[in-house]
């Protein structure tokens, strides 16, 4: 593991750093009146750089990088990120990782020590204006993708902020990090953008992205605004929660056509989502949870919202043709994993119309504090048509009377 060194020192005091070397940062490692920094980018190849965009995730061929971008807010040089939002490994989100190493998924001890920090500091812009950033993220490299498993050498902290709406003019964001602790970071910095926020492709930019320590900040308490949207429409930055959990198992992509942006005739706004489900992989049954963050089966740690105080979840739905039986619908219940739903509660066997209709699943009484599934459906064609039903849902949220 590697201790954080304190940038942007000159003269006697910068000497006095390259010969000591690698050392923690202290609050009285840096000249009263200078800003404490560790940097992630200021400029191309700039000497105090940490951390290398190495991490794509997702739909990794939607994104092309240029970090030696003109027009940059400060220096020479910002970097400058195209999200075409195609889809192009189907899962409708892409990212970039800034790790200690290259490619490093917590696999290498090459994390740095950041304790003496307590601020992300970040300068975005969009090229038009109106692009959108689903996520800014400090840490968050746990856990394996694909067992579960805590990574052998884990961030010990994973803070994120988001969604965010950006203007054509440089705007400064931050990351509040008071009592995180950063005692090990190998994902320094991360960017999500999904493709429904996006609603095409996008360009922004970036530039003076480094830790700092503010004196003045205070922890942030963590307080949840109600209705508290699983889906309101499919751009909006309201929405929580990812219809990631595909079941039972990955067949389930041949069975399901999922469209969250189906504009002909939603019950509010612009758009609702169309399901279509047929039974071609013969597993006899299908559903989908809305999870936070994707794919989390109970196994990413300090991931779950906090919805105490919410009542009643509601939601509007409508088949096709009439007569459509959906199983379940359902909040909460995932129970896999170290860091499982805290409750769970449902409605079953709900025979929709080809009307829209008010749906509403009674949380009174239940334990919300640490949800992940915020929404879900199963079905099975049993007891429905055999060729394949057709139905459709909006205006899904959390509510409290």
């Known amino acids: 593991m590697q201790k954080a060194v304190v940038r942007g020192l000159t003269g006697l005091a910068a000497g006095v750093f390259l010969f000591i070397g690698v050392s923690a940062w202290s609050a009285s490692a840096t000249p009263a009146g200078e800003e404490k920094k560790f940097e992630i980018y200021i400029d191309k190849n700039a000497a105090g750089n940490h951390f290398i965009p190495s991490g794509w995730m997702g739909d990794y061929g939607d994104l092309k990088f240029n970090d030696q971008a003109q027009g940059a807010a400060a220096g020479n040089t910002a970097i400058k990120i195209t999200y075409t ?171 399901i056509k999922f469209d969250q942006n189906w504009k002909n005739l939603p019950f509010s706004g612009d758009t609702c989502i169309r399901i279509e489900y047929k039974d071609i992989s013969g597993n006899k049954w299908s559903g989908i949870y809305w ?17 105490q105080g919410a009542n009643k979840l509601t939601f509007w739905a409508r088949g096709d043709k009439g007569g459509e039986i959906i199983n379940e619908f359902k909040v909460g219940g995932i129970s896999n994993g170290d860091y499982p739903d805290s409750d769970s509660s449902s409605i079953v066997s709900v025979q929709l119309t080809n009307e829209w209709k008010k749906y509403e699943i009674d949380l009174r009484g239940k334990d919300l504090s640490y949800i992940i599934g915020g929404f879900c459906w199963a079905t099975n064609l049993e007891v429905n048509d055999p060729n394949g039903i057709v139905f459709y849902l909006d205006d899904i949220k959390f509510e409290k009377e």
Request: aromatic share 14%; proline share 4%.
């Open 85 to 255: 939002a195609k889809k192009s490994q189907g899962q409708g989100w892409a990212g970039i990782y800034w790790q200690s190493a290259q490619n490093n998924w917590g696999t290498k001890d090459t994390g740095f020590d950041l304790s003496g920090f307590n601020k992300l500091i970040f300068k975005a812009k969009g090229e038009k204006g109106g692009e959108v950033v689903t996520l800014a993220k400090v840490g968050g490299i746990t856990n394996n993708a694909s067992t579960g498993e805590k990574l052998a050498f884990a961030d010990t902290a994973s803070v994120e902020i988001g969604p965010m709406r950006l203007t054509k003019d440089w705007q400064e964001y931050s990351i509040n990090l008071v009592d995180k602790d950063l005692s090990y970071i190998n994902g320094g910095f991360c960017i999500i953008f999904n493709a429904d926020q996006a609603g095409g492709e996008q360009t922004i930019y970036l530039d003076d992205v480094y830790f700092t320590y503010d004196a003045t900040l205070k922890k942030e308490e963590a307080a949840t605004n109600f209705p508290f949207y699983v889906y309101a429409d499919a751009g909006s930055l309201d929405n929580h929660f990812i219809p990631s959990g595909w079941m039972p198992n990955a067949a389930t992509g041949k069975d």
């Open 291 to 307: 999870q936070n963050p994707p794919n989390n089966w109970g196994t990413v740690p300090k991931k779950g919202y906090n919805l």
